[in-house]
Structure formats: structure tokens, C-alpha cells
């Protein structure tokens, strides 16, 4: 074995392990107290559905992260809006286009106009923050969750979940018109 392959080889086997690392760092739902750009003023909130993490900016350059769950590829939402309505355990009902993409899923829907009414077992959870764009509701939220295991995940029909005691402490520290930024 030559010098030169002995030592190309042995700065490899010693590297692999921290790329590894890098590679495969652990997500992390909790929320966490996180650098931020500066560009970011307080009291906004930026959602990175790649990552899967929402942030409350806190002070300038620090934010608070939490883990999220978003929309299923084509069903995400991306852009700027403003919280216009929060509402504690938020009564529920499929869009049309949620009937009309799952008809089976959503059945006891089609044909009227029934909500689910809110509590532990409602799909939004225990809060519920809703998206407007120039005074108009998207259909997105920012959501509580009965799925848990969704949290980290691209699965919804496009609104951001949140396990519930994230989504109360988040519904808590924001108040109407927080902008949020979703890239």
C-alpha cells in the first residue's frame, strides 16, 4: 500500500463518522429558544415547512422553535398572511376540495353542511390560529393535532399542526394580526 492511499484512506475512515452526524442530526419537536436572522422583527412568525419547524421571533436575532407537521406535497401553503381569528377548540369541517380529493375519508360531509364540533377528538385540535391574505380566509391553519406522529412530517392537506400544549403556548404569545411568513 502506498503512503499516499494509507493516508487518503485514513483521513476518510476518521471523517465519515462526523459527516454521518451531521447527516443524521435529530429532529426536535420541543420548543427551544433558537438564533434568527435579524432581519426578522419581533412578534413575526416564520414557518420553514422543509425543515419542519415554525419560529415566534422573540427579540431581535432569537426566536422560539417548535416542531410543526405540514402540507402534503402540491397541498402546501407558502407566502405571507396574517392571524385574523384564533379560536379555542375550533369546530372543524373538510374543504370541498379535501371531499373532492377524498371522498371516502370524508363521506359523512358530502351533501351538508356539518361541522365537527371542537374538542380532543377534533383533527385541529386545541387551538386553531387562521391564515387571511387582504382580509380573506385561505383555508390554511396553524393547528393543534390529534396525531401526534404527524409532527416532523409532510402529511397534512396543507395546514401546519402542532402538538396541543405547543399550539396553546403559541396561541397564548401571539396576538391577532402576527404576520406569518411561510417559505
Not at 476518521?14 to 435529530?26: H, W
Amino acid at each position: 500500500m502506498r503512503r499516499r492511499t494509507f493516508l487518503t484512506s485514513t483521513l476518510a475512515a476518521a471523517t465519515l463518522p462526523m459527516i454521518a452526524q451531521a447527516r443524521t442530526a435529530a429532529y426536535d419537536p420541543k420548543p427551544q429558544i433558537v438564533p434568527m436572522k435579524p432581519q426578522y422583527a419581533p412578534g413575526q412568525l416564520l414557518i420553514l415547512p422543509r425543515s419542519h419547524y415554525l419560529y415566534f421571533v422573540t427579540a431581535p436575532g432569537q426566536a422560539m422553535r417548535y416542531g410543526v407537521g405540514v402540507g402534503k406535497a402540491g397541498l402546501e401553503f407558502t407566502g405571507t398572511a396574517t392571524i385574523d381569528v384564533k379560536k379555542e377548540w375550533p369546530t372543524w369541517r373538510p374543504t370541498n376540495e379535501m371531499i373532492e380529493r377524498e371522498p371516502q375519508a370524508y363521506k359523512r360531509f358530502i351533501g351538508n353542511t356539518d361541522a365537527q364540533p371542537g374538542g380532543p377528538g377534533n383533527p385541529l385540535g386545541a387551538r386553531a390560529l387562521y391564515l387571511f391574505q387582504n382580509g380573506r380566509d385561505t383555508y390554511f391553519r396553524i393547528h393543534g393535532t390529534t396525531q401526534p406522529n404527524s409532527i416532523g412530517r409532510s402529511v397534512s392537506n396543507g395546514c401546519i399542526r402542532m402538538l396541543n400544549e405547543h399550539v396553546i403556548d403559541l396561541y397564548q404569545r401571539v396576538p391577532i394580526g402576527t404576520k406569518v411568513t411561510v417559505l
